[in-house]
């Protein structure tokens, strides 16, 4: 996989040279508002004292972090605050692969493409390990691709792109599957407020010592260009993440850091309630116009794609620029997350032109 030049980085840019008008979903980037409070955080900050402009500490804002811990019912001193979920997943990565307990990793197959490329960059090696035809895990599947090799289990709960949320009883029989192989379970959250059926549970409450979660704010706050994650490690791990993080980073800018606290204090659940709203309305106008176009189709459970085939038509790249060129409408192929989804597409719901994408390409399959 070339990973200098994303695939959906690729695509975007070959839809926006595209001739006629395109409607682009191929992005995770979210196209609603972000919390009032956000934008107020970001306001006062400019006013701030010349020492508020100064490095942060490394591991992040104290108050964020105790915030976030509070939230998530931790000790603050597990938190890192990062560059983003993708810097939480990299340090969360590492720590279990840095423990010279194996260097195999277990990924779901779909698989969000930057795991194999992380699993890559720090010596591991990736074993894709199907899900189920919905999208749920078989932990009996991970079992048995699991071996004395195995350093790493990480799974994407509500999954991105199958829209897939796990159950408890999954996670817990992965963190088991984990102490048995003496492995780290890895859990990336980063859609943890866009649960559809109320299902959801962090892998926290699971309250073992082999669990990493790790998410951030770029998805539920709409701002994937502030750069706000964070991981939340069992004490073992904790230094050697914070050491990484600062020879890496030094820390992570601290304006966004302010605004997310200022947002994170300052927001009524309302605002995700009426995200996950018009999400839930987006879902049901696109895959009833889907249905026009007699294609097979995923409903998610939790974040805000949707996974769609065609006829004859596979998941190809060479078939996304089809799509733009022909229908008018940009979407992932499937083939980029992995083997198990290479028959189909991946439609991200960030934009309120979903019911004409889908009739376009009901139109272009008719
Ligand atoms: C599964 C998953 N993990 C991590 C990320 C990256 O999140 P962040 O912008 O917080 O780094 C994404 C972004 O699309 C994602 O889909």
Redesign the pocket.
């Known amino acids: 996989m070339n990973y200098e030049r994303p695939q959906f980085f690729h695509l975007m840019q070959y839809a926006r040279a595209a001739e006629g008008d395109v409607v682009d979903m191929v992005s995770?980037d979210p196209d609603w508002e972000p919390p009032t409070a956000l934008r107020d955080g970001l306001r006062e900050y400019a006013d701030a004292e010349p020492d508020e402009f100064q490095y942060p500490p490394s591991e992040g804002l104290v108050e964020l972090r105790e915030e976030i811990a509070a939230r998530r019912n931790v000790d603050p001193g597990r938190i890192v605050v990062t560059n983003?979920?993708?810097e939480a997943?990299y340090l969360a990565m590492a720590a279990a692969l840095d423990r010279n307990a194996g260097s195999e990793v277990l990924l779901a197959d779909p698989v969000?493409p930057y795991y194999p490329g992380k699993t890559e960059l720090l010596g591991g090696d990736t074993t894709l390990v199907p899900t189920e035809r919905d999208g749920s895990i078989d932990p009996d599947r991970f079992r048995e691709a699991a071996s004395e090799d195995t350093a790493l289990v990480l799974v994407?709960t509500p999954n991105?792109p199958t829209g897939a949320v796990y159950s408890r009883e999954t996670m817990r029989d992965l963190a088991d599957l984990a102490a048995e192989v003496d492995a780290t379970l890895v859990s990336?959250e980063?859609y943890d407020h866009f649960d559809f059926t109320g299902g959801f549970e962090s892998a926290l409450t699971l309250d073992s010592d082999r669990v990493i979660v790790t998410s951030?704010f770029?998805k539920s706050m709409a701002i994937?260009g502030f750069r706000v994650?964070y991981a939340v490690l069992p004490e073992q791990f904790v230094g050697g993440a914070k050491t990484r993080h600062m020879l890496v980073n030094v820390a992570t800018s601290r304006p966004p850091q302010v605004a997310v606290l200022r947002a994170l204090r300052g927001t009524e659940p309302e605002y995700y309630e009426r995200v996950r709203s018009m999400l839930r309305d987006r879902v049901s106008t696109f895959t009833d116009a889907l249905d026009v176009a007699d294609a097979e189709y995923t409903t998610p459970d939790g974040a805000f794609y949707v996974l769609a085939r065609f006829d004859g038509f596979p998941g190809t790249m060479a078939n996304a620029k089809r799509l733009v060129d022909g229908a008018g409408v940009a979407g992932m192929p499937g083939e980029t997350f992995g083997s198990a989804r290479a028959e189909w597409f991946r439609f991200a719901l960030v934009t309120p032109r979903v019911e004409e994408a889908a009739t376009r390409l009901a139109d272009y399959f008719s």
């Open positions: 995770g983003g979920t993708g997943n969000y994407n991105n990336d980063v951030g770029s994937t994650g």
